[in-house]
């Protein structure tokens, strides 16, 4: 590798392209039939970054990126950081009155989408479009790019591209005050932006230049020993548009491996298929709803695929049910198996981490609420009155963490404060999320407050329900809500999506939780539906299922 001085300070395109640098003829991304090294995607990175200046996009500056998993999401991202610009990532699955609601909100000055998606960005209406400084249309694989006309103003990133053949790198005083920002939400209320130093959100969100979290640096000059001799293989399976995609791809990226990027709508044979072809070695599954389907793919054709290149499998973005926990890890039981746990308001927190080969004992998920191991001190469990809660005590309480953690929501002092809290000198971010400790440490999760149902003065928790019925061999799919009942103030009722050719009954429901769950915490109603809506990060839409269920 060339012998390249390490960037001074955190920033994310100082340390993305101190890696370019490193290992510039090393393939860096693929996606459909493109691929990219290092040096390609830095040049075309540049090239978005030359025709955002042109546009007068400016440090702190926000831009909408609205498509699916496609190289240019990775390039835009890229030019962004470069000018100290805020990319902002948009939910692909969108109506017009949404995307209107997220790029008011971002205060966007500008837009890159998905060709397939314009007559979405139409629907904006010519009074927001004509306000937008620069409109840039991508053609994502498996898209189609005959579904609607350009927008008045509109040209495709390869007119862009070519208008900035030459261009270099910006040259842009950077440091880890930069800002880095995603919007998290907006399937159960108001999409928010988290705000972050990139000198925090790097070590929080991104790893700390290690991928695995295992050895994070703490000076910039340590990223040399960072970019991997021999690189990995990362396939990317989530969005690019949700923490769990975007933060994995790119710390791989910062390490000098590979990634692959999986455009479009969950296919699982096709996941099987790129991870034997690209000797994928690493790969992240969002809970049960992208992780069920992937492992009965692979269930329901023994021998097509060896997955003989994977080490390690791991899931991130929602929770995953212990039953199909241990199915993965039965499955493979020769890899690492990481389940990590964290928001867009704290970055990971924590992880259980299964070793490959592990004994029978410490490879068998607990049963119940989902468990993990906290990232070090700062994360904590705290009582009403913001005091640690003791390990087995048994006490309920506010997961929270300290330390590096964002500035705030974007444009929401009320949210801010109210999620951002100060107690004896520290400054604590609440997730929302309750939670015990067990006498060991670890955390156990119990779900988020905006789920609690309170039936009969009783509290429970929706994802522990949920997570209980995702053991049911005839169900494919659940999200637990809590509906207006006379007798109970609120009844658990269970939205249920069957597997094929199944029938789900309540009585039958009930008598398989009693093993697991106590009996308030059971369904008194059942709604079968023929699919769970959810966001493409497999996030369930509470709205949608708590409307169906009252109805």
């Known amino acids: 590798m060339p012998d390249v001085a390490p960037p001074s300070t955190f920033s994310f395109a100082d340390v993305w392209e101190y890696a370019a640098d490193r290992v510039p003829d090393r393939e860096a991304l693929v996606c459909g039939d493109r691929r990219l ?9 540049n090239r978005f970054a030359a025709h955002l200046v042109d546009a007068g996009v400016a440090r702190g500056d926000t831009f909408g990126i609205f498509a699916p998993n496609c190289t240019e999401w990775i390039e835009a991202q890229l030019a962004g950081w470069k000018l100290g610009a805020l990319p902002v990532n948009v939910n692909h699955r969108y109506a017009a009155g949404e995307l209107a609601d997220l790029l008011d909100d971002a205060r966007v000055v500008g837009l890159v989408f998905d060709r397939a998606l314009a007559p979405v960005v139409n629907e904006l209406g010519p009074e927001r479009l004509d306000a937008m400084r620069f409109l840039v249309a991508v053609d994502v694989p498996g898209s189609d790019p005959a579904a609607g006309s350009l927008p008045d103003g509109a040209i495709t990133w390869d007119d862009m591209a070519a208008r900035h053949r030459d261009a270099g790198r910006p040259v842009v005083e950077r440091d880890g005050d930069d800002h880095y920002l995603i919007y998290t939400g907006g399937t159960t209320g108001r999409p928010k932006g988290v705000l972050w130093r990139q000198d925090d959100a790097f070590h929080a969100c991104f790893g700390g230049g290690d991928p695995m979290r295992m050895n994070p640096v703490t000076e910039p000059e340590q990223l040399a020993d960072h970019i991997m001799e021999s690189p990995a293989t990362y396939l990317c399976i989530a969005p690019l548009m949700h923490a769990a995609g975007q933060w994995v791809a790119t710390s791989w990226l910062w390490a000098g491996s590979r990634v692959v990027l999986v ?64 199915r993965f890890i039965a499955t493979f039981p020769n890899q690492i198996f990481v389940d990590g746990f964290g928001s867009s308001e704290t970055g990971a927190q924590g992880s259980q981490r299964i070793a490959a080969a592990a004994d029978s004992e410490a490879s068998t998920p607990h049963n119940g609420v989902a468990r993990f191991a906290p990232y070090g001190s700062n994360t904590a469990v705290l009582d009403d ?17 300290r330390g590096r953690i964002p500035i705030g929501y974007l444009h929401d002092p009320e949210r801010t404060a109210a999620t951002f809290v100060e107690h004896d000198g520290d400054r604590w971010v609440l997730t929302g999320d309750f939670a015990t400790v067990e006498d060991d440490g670890t955390v156990a999760l119990l779900g988020r407050g905006s789920g609690c149902i309170n039936t009969g ?76 809506k959810r966001s493409p990060a497999g996030k369930a839409d509470y709205r949608w299922a708590k409307g169906l269920a009252a109805s």
């Open 37 to 45: 090294t290092f040096a390609q995607l830095d040049e075309r990175a």
């Open 263 to 326: 455009p479009g709508s969950l296919d699982p044979e096709r996941i099987w298929n790129l991870i034997d072809a690209e000797g994928v070695n690493l790969f992240t599954v969002v809970g049960d709803a992208t992780g069920k389907p992937i492992l009965d793919a692979w269930d329901a054709n023994p021998g097509r695929w060896s997955a003989a290149s994977v080490f390690s499998i791991s899931n991130g973005g929602a929770p995953m049910s212990p039953t199909l926990k241990a």
């Open 385 to 401: 009155e913001f005091e640690r809660v003791e390990p087995g005590s048994g006490v309920v309480g506010h997961l929270a963490l």
């Open 457 to 532: 003065g009783e509290k429970v928790f929706a994802e522990e329900v949920e997570m209980a019925i995702q053991g049911h061999q005839d169900v494919d799919d659940v999200v637990v809500v809590g509906v207006p009942d006379d007798r109970w103030g609120e009844a658990v009722c269970a939205v249920v999506q069957p597997r094929s050719d199944s029938i789900v009954e309540l009585e039958n429901l009930r008598a398989f939780l009693r093993e697991s769950l106590a009996g308030y915490k059971l369904p008194k109603r059942l709604v079968t539906v023929e699919e769970i």
